[in-house]
């Protein structure tokens, strides 16, 4: 089908950290509901491979646009290639971040402070920004935005000091954003997830760190179910909005004591 017969059907979706991990899975489930998905990050050739993947599999338009979110100048050629391609943009998950092995805070060098926050909050940041100039701006007006903020929003886990701040902050940027947004039908929502099978939580299984020091195994659900909560959350008139939604495995011990 040519980009243009399908551009009148489709909203525009742009996830960050689209390559792997939840992040494929949201641009799967994005793409299967018609959206076009731009997936962003900074490996290209995993980007590329991800695209045309996704696009087999959905039949959908799937782009590939590589940039490190925690550029500012890169953040805002992605969104000048953005507007350029397709002139709008409905829908941004804030999907993309990293984290370092578990450390004490003492021990924390500023490199891995600074990478973390870069990838988690400041690339965040930077993605809303230039979403919101582009909302403001096209016709019709306005937009969503989803920051993938983790259950570490909320919850800490033993020696996760730069991550768990990090999404504590993703809160306050989702608060602000929501508010900034409202007179300009932008939306903004959260959704905190709890160990989705990924690589990242590859190790749940073979025991983490607990509160109490123990080591002990925990349950991860697939991140399809993930994808789903997102596309839930796209799905709502922009009068409508969800603010804060947690997925999580219903047996990971966040919960109560310990």
């Not at 397709?86 to 450390?103: C, E, H, K, P, S």
């Not at 805070?105 to 600074?114: G, K």
């Not at 935005?145 to 000091?161: E, K």
């Amino acid at each position: 089908m040519p980009l243009s017969a399908t551009l009148e059907k489709g909203k525009i979706a742009l996830v960050t950290g689209g390559g792997t991990g939840i992040g494929r899975s949201i641009a799967r489930a994005l793409s299967a509901e018609g959206y076009i998905v731009v997936i962003t990050g900074r490996r290209s050739d995993v980007l590329e491979k991800a695209a045309t993947e996704l696009a087999a599999e959905t039949g959908g338009t799937v782009r590939a646009m590589s940039c490190d979110i925690g550029l500012a100048e890169q953040v805002a050629d992605l969104f000048g290639q953005i507007k350029a391609e397709f002139a709008r943009l409905d829908l941004l998950v804030n999907n993309a971040g990293t984290n370092i092995a578990a450390i004490p805070l003492e021990d924390v060098s500023f490199d891995q402070w600074s990478g973390v926050v870069a990838a988690n909050l400041t690339g965040a940041f930077l993605c809303t920004q230039q979403a919101f100039k582009l909302m403001k701006s096209q016709e019709p007006r306005g937009g969503r935005i989803i920051n993938n903020g983790s259950i570490s929003a909320t919850t800490p886990r033993p020696n996760s000091a730069p991550y768990t701040t990090t999404k504590h902050a993703i809160t306050g940027l989702t608060k602000s954003a929501a508010l900034d947004g409202r007179p300009y039908d932008i939306a903004c929502g959260q959704i905190d997830i709890g160990n989705a099978a990924t690589d990242m939580t590859s190790k749940m299984s073979s025991g983490v760190l607990q509160a109490n020091g123990e080591i002990a195994s925990e349950p991860t659900i697939p991140s399809e179910h993930i994808a789903r909560a997102v596309v839930y959350m796209a799905s709502l008139p922009l009068e409508a909005n969800v603010l804060t939604m947690t997925v999580m495995a219903t047996k990971m011990p966040l919960v109560g004591r310990g």
